[in-house]
């Protein structure tokens, strides 16, 4: 059974063809960004799916720099690979061919069928070389967009990529801002490091530096083969992880479990580098990789708009960007610095840190967790709504491992929710899997965002529609502007932080308003405990043992009113409450009440 | 005013002088470990200062792949760079030329006077070029103890080396156990990951793709600068750290403040590699560059010897291990791996990961923290003994940033010290800067090693000559053997653990018996506060507020007495103590003791 037809059972989207279209001529020229102009752009691409009638579900697929326009399918029945993200797109899969209808170009300057560096210059009749212009990561997404309106599509329900593919995300989120529903930037950046534009230029040298490279005039000739091996081989190592590679080859020896003691590659990750190279002489043209790469160093938001909050300021569509945790090639730090200019902005992002060992190339190989983000945000951004608190299976955490009485009993959250003005902003600080902001979002029809960092949270959080950024509570809530949420939540969560001071300090200034819940320890059980056990009282509302418990700050109503005073912290409010009595306590709170909600501000701020 | 005259009042070598010896004739040729042999080696080194009448003070500096005998000083009144490690060798530095005999030369196969691939074969009156044998670092080694025994020493007070020259200082302290006294590794690994392998291969790639290579026989005619210069490229990139090309270079362009839209180098960060790789190319060799990563590739002690700790077996020398946390060439996890190795054979091992920007580099860079390391483990080797206390100036805690009133009444120090036999071992599980080891060793001839993580307290271990390893007490102490130490000792840092369980676990594990010290939380005056005031206590031993106290557990010794009780830990002895009366309590503990002291041990453990 063939590898095509064992796919036809899972889901694939089966045999596909690579199309062209001629979208500028020369009665209509593409302009470029160098000042050059193309009087002739041809563009390969593939679609999958069908357009509907509202022309509203079309999602295009960005490719990185080797990449191409089949993404998914096989091209013939003996095919032994099927498209590059064929794991992803497909019927059934995280973008759905039954539901959306998935479109896919070959990049300008490629050469798998979109006019590039080998393609005949219809002046001259000869392949461009290195005469050919110049272009950039804008320069592809125009020519984008000229494809999409060929195909009939107005405005698209989504644009995803990652790496160069991610760029070009971002570059049509900023550059048609009402043409895209939702943008979904994968291990991507805004602007390449100064580590990164080392490599890609020691690659370009390997190649200008070959003596087959003839000034880019090589066609028909044998090429600068070894340069480009040498290039890919640089590339190479930079998309896999230290850790991937240890994993897939070790210090293990190809033909021998001796030493040879010459320079004929031995170590099996020296044959695979040389594999790679090779095969890549055979599928990939020099001058592309000159233009592509050249035109990544070249991408830099910040720099073209004045800072990458000016660059976003105009982005309308629905933002999920998502890094892995080894990509050391474009690292979560440079999503990091999307998201924090999107928040600063005010835009609706969702971030997730995906923890992977595979470095760069995960967003090819994580396919379960990468399918899952995508697959719940897009259907999101198709529905336009979070679904209704009794469609959601399992509002509450139910997970038997970290169950305990208390996370069953958060009588907060409906306090919470009596607390909060219907139509607000509001920032959950700990946000779990999305429970509270569900609540808030369906019955208080709030603008909601967590802050979590479970990776399981995030992904449940995306599939109920809810804005979740991947964020360290404790040191990282500097993302988000001043006075930019009207209530900023933390629930429970208190008691667990290492650092408080600053976290509260964050809140005040990020929030209107500030609600904070947490178990009182001045409250008579653990304090009669306390005082006639002489342990470390563990209660309902404490249910841990000292040595294994997360509550790490021990702090009572009195400790807390005493902090806000020391801080000129405004107390706005107070509700001492007895967990199952569910009521509030009057009388005595330090004593009486088993935990507490606070709403707060910082003094003097107006409201 | 000239660099060299300028340096003289630095503290500088001041002129010197490359200096040469035959070593291997026809008569005793040196045999290689390929089986293969050299009957002709000639050594270029240079030694500053004097070997003293014992012949018992001479340092040997090993170089790393690009550099040379010339470590330190001028080679003429008009030189504009003084020898690759000035800042750590010369009078009154680290390696101080006024105590100690230093020696560095040329490694085997090298291209700075010593005998390699670019050297004439006597036999052929040629140069070798690759018909040169295939070396490695035993072999250097080799050649460096016949050079070492030609200058009349025979037993090395100190070898130092980073990177290549630091597998070398491995290699000494293996080979040659008993002629070694400190070896100090930096920088460096056991054996290269499949990652540096694959940058190693794409560098030797480049080099042999280049046509000017001719095989190697390029002697005479251009040679491979083209792919020497690329491979230096790359071999650049990854001694720099992301941060430090950042830092220098982000992305800034070199002659102009637009896109030039063409292929020559524009960024800063590829014109500086342009002129590292073509300087490069001016002072170094392309046939030693394949030989000396050749040689770098094949190391691997656990491969050679069947494991690491097999390698490490018959080592006798002090060992120092650094690291730099930002070095992701030869990263911190392959150091931790060499002390993990020599703890685990019992042998005296220091091991800090310095903090730095500066990515592998850093060896060179970092020369304050660096040679605070080296001077003062070599000092300790030389003077072979711990100073006395009172020959100590701060043998406590003195600095006010730090400074509470609890650290000053450390009275649990004087009852520990009581508790310990003479003779014994000690580890001191987070060690600060050394006090308590300080006086065990001193004052009850303990044999004692200390675990922290900070990096001034480790200097000033290393500098009392108190053996330190820099490892994270709540995941890393898996590293020490089972039984290893007499006693584990855990000094008021119980209440600061976030994982306290694992900890004591693994504290049972390495030590005969434990000894744990810790506030007691059930003191009545807490107790009382907590009672009347409903508040979390502040007192002289909880000298913190809730909100930023590095006391995250609140345990007592009826918690303590029972957590031992659940997890069959045995109760040896149990000290509690009033603080200000250093005085024990006996009568209800719980209540009247301000501190307590437990030894306890696994139940059933043979002591």
Chains 1, 2 share one sequence.
């Not at 991610?166 to 805004?190: F, H, N, S």
């Not at 719940?376 to 169950?403: M, N, T």
């Not at 360290?472 to 809530?477: A, G, I």
Request: glycine share 10%.
């Amino acid at each position: 059974m063939s590898d095509y037809v064992k796919s036809k059972q899972a889901g694939c989207v089966g045999l596909v063809k690579t199309k062209k279209a001629v979208l500028f001529s020369e009665s209509e020229s593409l302009l470029l960004e160098s000042g050059r102009s193309l009087c002739f752009v041809e563009v390969a691409y593939e679609t999958y799916g069908k357009l509907n009638a509202e022309r509203d579900n079309a999602v295009l697929v960005c490719h990185a720099l080797t990449g191409d326009a089949h993404v998914a399918g096989y091209h013939h029945e003996d095919d032994r690979k099927p498209g590059w993200w064929n794991d992803i797109v497909g019927p059934g899969k995280a973008i759905d061919t039954e539901k959306y209808f998935v479109v896919c170009s070959n990049v300008l300057g490629g050469c798998k069928g979109t006019t590039g560096p080998s393609s005949v210059n219809p002046e001259t009749g000869k392949p461009w070389g290195l005469t050919f212009p110049v272009f950039t990561i804008e320069d592809i997404v125009k020519v984008q967009k000229q494809l999409v309106e060929h195909l009939g599509v107005d405005c698209l329900l989504g644009v995803v990529g990652g790496s160069l593919g991610g760029m070009q995300v971002l570059e049509w989120a900023i550059r048609y801002p009402d043409k895209v529903k939702a943008a979904l930037a994968i291990a991507t950046t805004t602007r390449l490091g100064a580590q990164s534009i080392a490599f890609d230029a020691v690659g370009r040298n390997a190649i200008l530096a070959d003596g087959g490279f003839q000034g880019g005039e090589y066609a028909g000739g044998e090429g600068p083969q070894r340069g480009l091996a040498i290039a890919r081989m640089i590339g190479h190592i930079t998309y896999l992880s230290e850790e991937s590679m240890h994993l897939k080859f070790g210090r293990s020896l190809r033909h021998a479990d001796q030493y040879r003691y010459d320079f004929d590659s031995e170590f099996s990750v020296e044959t695979y580098l040389d594999y790679q190279g090779q095969s890549f002489v055979d599928r990939f043209d020099a001058n592309s990789y000159l233009y592509l790469t050249k035109a990544m160093d070249y991408y830099d938001l910040a720099a073209r708009f004045g800072s990458l909050e000016k660059a976003f300021a105009e982005v309308q569509a629905d933002v999920m960007v998502m890094s892995f945790s080894s990509d050391w090639l474009f690292t979560p730090r440079q999503s990091r610095d999307i998201v924090d200019a999107m928040l600063s902005q005010g835009k609706r992002v969702t971030y997730c840190e995906v923890d992977s060992p595979y470095g760069h190339d995960a967003f090819l190989l994580e396919a379960n967790v990468v399918g899952r983000l995508i697959g719940g945000f897009l259907k999101r951004a198709a529905e336009g709504s979070v679904p209704g608190i009794e469609e959601v299976h399992q509002p509450y955490r139910q997970d038997p491992a970290v169950d305990t009485p208390w996370t069953k009993m958060r009588v907060d959250y409906d306090r919470i929710e009596e607390l909060i003005v219907p139509g607000s902003s509001v920032l959950d600080i700990g946000s779990g899997r999305g429970e509270l902001l569900h609540r808030l979002i369906v019955r208080r029809g709030v603008v909601g965002l967590g802050v979590e960092v479970n990776q399981d949270d995030i992904c449940n959080s995306v599939e109920l529609g809810i804005p979740v950024v991947d964020l360290d509570v404790e040191t990282e809530l500097g993302s988000f502007g001043d006075g930019s949420f009207d209530y900023v939540v933390l629930s429970h969560t208190l008691q667990t932080l290492g650092r408080v001071e600053p976290v509260i300090e964050q809140m005040l200034r990020i929030g209107k308003k500030c609600i904070i819940s947490f178990p009182n320890f001045a409250y008579w059980r653990p304090r009669l405990q306390m005082m006639l056990g002489g342990r470390t009282p563990v209660s309902a509302s404490l249910p841990f043992e000292w040595h294994d418990t997360p509550n790490i700050r021990f702090v009572t109503i009195s400790d807390f009113v005493r902090f806000c005073r020391r801080q000129g912290i405004e107390i706005l409010q107070q509700i001492p409450m007895v967990t199952r009595d569910r009521a509030a306590v009057r009388l005595w709170p330090n004593l009486r009440a088993e935990e507490v909600i606070f709403v707060v501000s910082r003094a003097g701020i107006e409201r």
